[in-house]
Nanobody
Framework: VQLQASGGGLVQAGGSLRLSCAASGTIFSIDDMAWYRQAPGKQRELVASITSGGNTNYASSVKGRFTISRDNALNMLKVVYLQMNRLRPEDTAVYYC???????????????WGQGTQVTVSS
């Protein structure tokens, strides 16, 4: 199983970025997917999450500015997006995607992490 994140970059305050994370490999089903971020010297924090049914949850600091969504295509590629608008310098961090998934029918659920993607917001 691999989670491949992309879309980070450098943007001015007030700008927008869209992050993507694609899950691939041997996957029977995916439950929750989420985005976390970690700023230098700080702990990793949850930014937003989305269930397989589309229920979403956001950190208070990003509510109203960020939108999480996912593409439950019928093929084995599952993608989660994070649309980030009205970015602020304090949003600067490495952003990580995660997924709780089942590899095979009958196997236990397990959590997986993607590699981080850097988001830098200049003032």
């Amino acid at each position: 199983v691999q989670l491949q994140a992309s879309g980070g970059g450098l943007v001015q305050a007030g700008g927008s970025l869209r992050l993507s994370c694609a899950a691939s490999g041997t996957i029977f089903s995916i439950d929750d997917m989420a985005w976390y971020r970690q700023a230098p010297g700080k702990q990793r924090e949850l930014v937003a999450s989305i269930t397989s049914g589309g229920n979403t949850n956001y950190a208070s600091s990003v509510k109203g500015r960020f939108t999480i969504s996912r593409d439950n295509a019928l093929n084995m590629l599952k993608v989660v997006y994070l649309q980030m608008n009205r970015l602020r310098p304090e949003d600067t961090a490495v952003y990580y995607c995660s997924a709780v998934l089942t590899v095979n029918r009958g196997s236990n659920k397990a959590g997986y992490w993607g590699q981080g993607t850097q988001v830098t917001v200049s003032s």
